[in-house]
């Protein structure tokens, strides 16, 4: 694929987005093949545009929280007094992996009850490995002549960290945000299961009411979303990989 058509579907993928959350009722002739008796076409018991925007949020809310310990826990055992705490930085990493969302939303809404909440933590706790074990790689692929040379013009280790090895890996720590932030776009649509506002409650919908076009407007917004949102994260990585020299690789 050139990279010209590459931005001709991105820009498609992008209009036909942003008609489904401002103008849905555009598709409404095509939308009705798909519906019997009378069934509305259009999805009609809430805002596409308001349940997209929380559905963005909290996908970005969990990443972020993710992000910020993942790379904490990558920075505390890649320094000489943090090595030690590699395994259970791992565990604590791997605990999202080990248990589905579904089981953790299950165990978490006793606790902290429906809604949003409960959400966030499945997708906070999927969201650890992949930004960690990037960060790690990112930390620690690091040529150590480029160590030497920022400790050779009498850089702290704070200041080493600061400008010379947190900018290098930022494009390998990004394809790790990438990873686990399209991730939780998809997964995000089941907090609709514990009465979080997402994009799942059209497909839930539609799947109550056996009304195809329901579910279909709520899949193609989620994946128009993963899409654009994995274009543009990559183009990002990128940009910065030019900018330090260094190629982000792992996935």
Known sequence: MTITTARLLRAVTLVVLLIFLFRPETFEPMLALLVANNAPAIYNQGSLLSLTISHLAIAIAATAAAALISVGFAILVTRDFGREFLPLSRSVANIGQTFPPVA????????????????????FLYALLPIFENALTGLTGLAPTVREAARGVGMTGFQRLLRVELPLAFPVILTGIRLAFVISLGTATIGSTVAAPTLGEVIIAGLLSSNTAFVLQGGIIVAALAVLSYDGLTALERLTARRTGRVATAV
Request: net charge positive; no cysteine.
């Open 104 to 123: 953790v939303l299950a165990l978490a809404v006793p606790i902290v009850g429906f809604g949003t909440k409960p959400t966030l933590i499945a997708l």
